[in-house]
């Protein structure tokens, strides 16, 4: 063979063990689940063709996926995107350079998101904890209120999987963010300053105008992990036995997906419900898109 032709190969060669473990673990079982999802494909190994009717069902009679949904999409929402409107002024914080131990409380906020999941699981749980939590503690004895019963009260389970989400994943965006406005020119803001702006004028006229990409990107993975949220709603509702909790409360759709796909071996609703997450995960995204170029291009 040609050296020519050995140089034209040699980067297949060296790509060739990727492509073989991508087509393997990762194209295969992606194309299998979409074929899967249009059976009735049980543990037991007995299929049956089903057409579109697992995705039917989900909507229509199925007792438990439209609640999962309406919570997954709350939690959304109140559990993922309410943490930009912290991250952004935290980020802002800790990007001037003036503020001392800046660096310690960056890894201040990160360190929760690369805590283990069951970890700080047990400790809201018991923060939550009706009789002895300090939260239900602060709020009888500091301000005179009634416990709550967090855990099994329908109206406070998703409130309490908000607050730990909120907890956890702040301080993701908040790195995010700091690297956004890190790549600002400083000149922009002198000129401003020059101008007579203040410091909320300048982050309202140059900050965010100049920030909306990385809103963009950081808003778009909290839809793929608030689409997917699921080691806190089981760990913190007790698993697959409970369900979500009292009245199915913290049941969210990925928590629904695992149960039918790897607890009762439903593997054809299973996949069913994995692709009606990701066309929701892509309708969310488009609209997320929709907004922030609106917002660039004001």
């Known amino acids: 063979m040609r050296i020519a032709d050995q140089k034209k190969l040699a980067p297949y060669i060296f790509l060739g063990p990727f492509i073989l473990l991508f087509l393997v673990f990762g194209l295969y079982p992606i194309g299998y689940s979409i074929f899967i999802s249009f059976f009735k494909w049980t543990a037991n190994g007995r299929e049956e063709f089903r057409g579109i009717s697992n995705y039917v ?105 908000a ?5 956890r994943y702040i301080g993701w965006n908040v ?27 300048q982050h309202m006229r140059i900050t965010l105008p100049l920030l909306i990409p990385v809103i963009f990107f950081a808003m778009t993975m909290s839809i793929i992990g608030g689409m997917q949220v699921f080691e806190e709603p089981f760990l913190l509702t007790k698993g697959y036995t409970a369900m979500g909790g009292t009245d199915n409360a913290g049941l969210t759709s990925a928590l629904y997906l695992m149960f039918n796909g790897f607890k009762a071996g439903r593997y054809g609703k299973g996949s069913a419900i994995a692709w009606t997450l990701f066309l929701f995960i892509i309708l969310f995204t488009a609209l997320n898109r929709y907004i922030t170029q609106k917002m660039k291009n004001r």
């Open 57 to 161: 069902k989900l909507f229509t009679t199925d007792p438990f996926f439209l609640k999962s949904l309406g919570n997954t999409i709350w939690l959304m929402f109140w559990g993922s995107f309410l943490q930009h409107f912290f991250a952004i002024p935290l980020a802002i914080a800790l990007n001037n350079k003036a503020r001392r131990g800046r660096n310690i409380f960056r890894t201040a906020y990160f360190l929760p998101y690369i805590t283990s999941s069951v970890s700080i699981t047990i400790i809201f749980a018991l923060i939550f904890d009706h009789n002895y939590g300090w939260l239900n503690y602060l709020i009888t004895n500091l301000f005179n209120g009634t416990s709550i019963n967090w855990l099994q009260d329908p109206a406070y389970i998703k409130p309490s999987l």
């Open 163 to 167: 607050i730990l989400l909120n907890w």
């Open 175 to 201: 790195v995010i963010y700091v690297a956004g406005l890190q790549s600002i020119p400083g000149e922009l803001y002198e000129a401003a300053t020059v101008d007579g702006a203040n410091r909320f004028q």
